[in-house]
């Protein structure tokens, strides 16, 4: 900066007032001595030189934080700036956009096949899967498929990766309803739930797309006990950035086999969690510098333990 304008500090000292110098005249004593205000002035003049050529002109340049649309999971939007909004997991809409429109809409795979650009809660309500807040409806997001169904629920596959994962194809006409069926618990009542619901209150699941009908339970085989305890998933945070912890609910000292899937069937991730009864869990790099990357995009966690199976829907953004 100074090699560019040598004179720079010269004409900034001819802006500052005369300093006054007490001498004392020659021949009135043995030598001549500086007052004590000259010799103040001289000991600031450094400080008053590094504020005027350094400080000042760096904080003009200082940029001040843009300032927006902050979109939160559940379609919450706060205006704050940038640097906030990425501090509490946000993503930030861009400098001057506000809440009123809302800008938090993102890409949202959709049953009948393709893409749109729906809020989180609306994507849900078309039983979607939501990839992202601001997210771009790009080919390769949402690949050709449809509603799969698992025990715990449906989510968004490829038909080869659905067979593959262990699900039941519904196509892209299905609703996620149907992914339900007739449970019949040990006292005859029928009720229509999720495989894994019925699992866990003890009944005898019919199959999907079943109903409660009169007869439904008539020779129902409802088993008395299970040997096999369906593990419990505990995925956070989710959506997850870099890192993402996995935990399971044990009921036996067993091995539970994790993989972490695409939609279309590709593994992103595959271990083993070893441990106790009781949760275990394990850290694991979702970001973009994970050996291998893991894009931004909706994942499925499957969980084999056991002999029985859970799954859980994961999204990674960036």
Request: aromatic share 6%.
């Amino acid at each position: 900066m100074n090699s560019r304008n040598p004179n720079r500090s010269t004409r900034l000292l001819g802006l500052l007032p005369a300093l006054p110098v007490d001498v004392l005249s020659p021949g009135v004593g043995s030598s001549s001595r500086v007052g004590f205000p000259s010799l103040l002035l001289h000991a600031l003049l450094p400080i008053v030189l590094f504020l005027l050529v350094v400080v000042a002109p760096a904080t003009a340049l200082a940029s001040p934080a843009a300032v927006g649309a902050c979109c939160f999971p559940g379609d919450t939007c706060f205006v704050l700036d940038d640097l906030e909004c990425d501090a509490q997991g946000g993503e930030f809409a861009g400098e001057g956009t506000t809440c009123d429109p809302s800008p938090c809409f993102g890409a949202c795979c959709v049953p009948t096949g393709g893409c749109e650009l729906y809020s989180e809660s609306e994507c849900f309500s078309r039983d979607g899967e939501f990839i992202g807040y601001l997210e771009e409806c790009l080919p390769e997001l949402c690949p050709e498929g449809g509603l799969c169904c698992f025990p715990e629920g449906c989510w968004w596959f490829t038909y080869d990766a659905c067979r593959e994962a262990g699900g039941q194809p519904l196509g892209v006409e299905g609703a996620c309803q149907w992914c339900r069926g007739a449970c019949c618990l040990a006292d005859g009542t029928c009720l229509e739930l999720f495989e894994a619901d019925c699992d866990a209150a003890g009944g005898s699941f019919e199959g999907i797309v079943t109903d409660c009908e009169p007869e439904s339970c008539a020779s129902a085989d409802v088993p008395e006990t299970h040997s096999a305890v369906v593990p419990t998933l505990q995925i956070y945070p989710n959506p997850a950035r870099s890192m993402v912890t996995l935990g399971v609910q044990a009921a036996s000292s067993a091995p539970a086999r994790v993989q972490i899937v695409d939609s279309s069937g590709r593994m992103a991730w595959s271990g083993t969690i070893e441990g106790s009864t009781g949760i275990r869990e394990t850290t694991i790099p979702v970001g973009a510098d994970a050996h291998p990357p893991v894009p931004a995009g909706v994942y499925y966690v499957l969980v084999t333990m056991d002999e029985t199976r859970a799954s859980a829907r994961l999204v990674v953004s960036r």
